[in-house]
């Protein structure tokens, strides 16, 4: 069939909407009418070549839409069916088999070749082959082909058109709280970074009892909104020694957890530096690769700990569902971070989400 996708031709070039013949789904896959596809920051650091997806290529990794086909062999959705489009993974490595989805064995397979497992595309057009399948679905079309194994079947009462950011971004932020730090009532977080990450584990942290949640960003209308949904104090990242405000904060303690969003080594310093004896921080800023951060050695003998967070250590068949539970419940507000733009303007999308005028852009889909 044909569809219409925003095309990254080269290296940092503009995503350019060009029609492309897409495959039916093969056995075990199932073709998506998208509604929408939020924006995010991998989709970009990919189309600037900071992880070697081969190009040209259609990105994308945050789909919503509705089931209108599916391949043969496929049970668990049908046409008709509400879906978001999350990660992909293998399903039968050690780490899939033990409920580990987000640490395949094959991750980067999976979700960056740019191919099937075969080394197919089911993107084509008059002058070649275009690599698809990004996270299993490059979302960034009117169609996506996707596998059974990484759509997420979802209430139909939601609004269809804001919940693809819970497929990465958010499932991401908020699950290093739900899912991998846990924190008991009555705990302390300082999340470093309030992008449309950092704000959903704000969201997360007050869902989970915290009752000192610290966020710091250098934009101050972002920290205005961190207050909106939770967090107990505000830090300016600019005008502050920030681990000494934390400190004060926590009776010159430190906090028991901290989340590490920008991929910055200097503030993944301060995140560490700032816990207290014991305490754990989350990092999930994707840097490029082969970027080294310096830790105090001395300071983890004493208990602290650094620990890598991939999707939000999210087995999404189960944690999707839920936060869109906690959505229709007014208790995970997304609507707040979100702004939605038309599908042709992707270009303006990008360019206020880098520009920091926009946290989560989701493309809409007529």
Not at 154 to 172: N, Y
Request: glycine letters at 12%; one cysteine or more.
């Amino acid at each position: 069939m044909q569809i219409t996708a925003a095309l990254t031709e080269t290296q940092g070039a503009p995503f350019t909407l060009t029609p492309l013949e897409l495959d039916d789904p093969r056995p075990g896959e199932v073709l998506v009418r998208m509604v929408g596809s939020g924006v995010c920051h991998t989709d970009l650091i990919v189309r600037d070549q900071w992880y070697p997806v081969p190009l040209p290529a259609v990105l994308g990794h945050e789909g919503s839409g509705v089931v209108a086909a599916v391949g043969d062999g496929v049970s668990y959705v049908a046409p008709g069916d509400h879906v978001v489009l999350t990660f992909n993974s293998c399903g039968d490595c050690r780490m899939c088999v033990a409920g580990r989805p987000a640490y395949c064995d094959q991750f980067f397979a999976y979700n960056f070749a740019g191919t099937r497992a075969d080394s197919s595309t089911p993107l084509h057009r008059e002058s070649g082959d275009v690599h698809g399948v990004f996270f299993g679905q490059s979302a960034f079309a009117t169609y996506a082909v996707a596998t059974e194994r990484n759509v997420v079947k979802v209430d139909q009462a939601a609004p269809l058109e804001l919940l693809g950011p819970l497929g990465c971004g958010i499932q991401t932020g908020a699950g290093a709280v739900l899912n991998t730090l846990r924190p008991p009532t009555g705990s302390s977080l300082a999340v470093f970074g309030a992008g449309s990450v950092g704000l959903s584990a704000v969201m997360a942290a007050v869902v989970s009892g915290c009752t000192t949640i610290i966020a710091i960003d250098l934009n101050h209308e972002r920290l205005e909104l961190a207050k909106e949904l939770g967090a107990t104090h505000t830090i300016d990242g600019a005008a502050d020694d920030t681990v000494a405000a934390i400190q004060e904060l926590t009776d010159g303690l430190g906090v028991d957890y901290s989340i590490e969003t920008t991929a910055v080594p200097a503030v993944l310093r301060r995140a560490v530096d700032a816990l207290n004896q014991g305490g754990t921080c989350g990092l999930i800023g994707a840097a490029a690769l082969g970027t080294e951060a310096s830790i105090d050695m001395s300071s983890l003998l004493f208990g602290r700990s650094v620990r890598g967070i991939v999707e939000g250590d999210s087995v999404p068949r189960i944690f999707i569902p839920k936060l869109v539970q906690l959505y229709q419940q007014g208790r995970f507000p997304i609507g707040k971070l979100i702004k939605t733009y038309a599908f042709d303007d992707i270009n303006q999308a990008v360019e206020d989400s880098e520009k920091g005028i926009t946290l989560k852009p989701v493309l809409t889909f007529a």
